[in-house]
């Protein structure tokens, strides 16, 4: 499933949608856990907007977490370090079962120190990423027993 970024149209439906004067909302940053870089900036939907949304605009819609709706408004097309530098190994760990279990990488600037990556968006990004730009990627897989 793809991810829907806001339009003015796609505002302007669920503005009508939830029978609101107005929709303007300042956009919130969703970080990821691991390095605190950027997943994407989104409108949040208050508390009960998500359940009044018709089913066709529930789509474009984000669970951020239990309860919690936003409207994407900025994915970054790449991967994005939130730090000076740019990534020069990429180490991913995997389970028994072919799931990333641990995905890391390291910046030019700071060779010593390592950065997790947490959240499935970025993860995919760092991935397409190594491989685009060829960086050296250290596979592992790591069993439960």
Not at 39 to 67: M, N, R, S, W
Not at 118 to 137: G, N, T, V
């Amino acid at each position: 499933m793809a991810i829907i970024t806001v339009t003015p149209q796609l505002l302007e439906d669920i503005r009508q949608a939830l029978k609101l004067p107005s929709f303007s909302r300042p956009y919130a940053v969703l970080l990821d856990s691991g390095d605190l870089g950027t997943v994407f900036t989104y409108i949040p939907l208050l508390a009960g907007e998500y359940e009044k949304l018709p089913p066709e605009l529930k789509k474009a819609a984000y669970c951020l977490d239990k309860g919690r709706y936003g409207l994407i408004g900025y994915l970054p097309k790449t991967f994005e370090t939130p730090r000076d530098g740019n990534v020069a190994a990429v180490s991913v760990t995997y389970n028994e079962f072919g799931s990333i279990i641990d995905l890391s990488y390291t910046l030019d600037t700071a060779p010593e120190t390592v950065y997790h990556v947490e959240h499935p968006l970025r993860r995919e990004k760092l991935l397409q990423y190594a491989k685009k730009k060829k960086l050296p990627l250290r596979s592992a897989v790591r069993s439960s027993k």
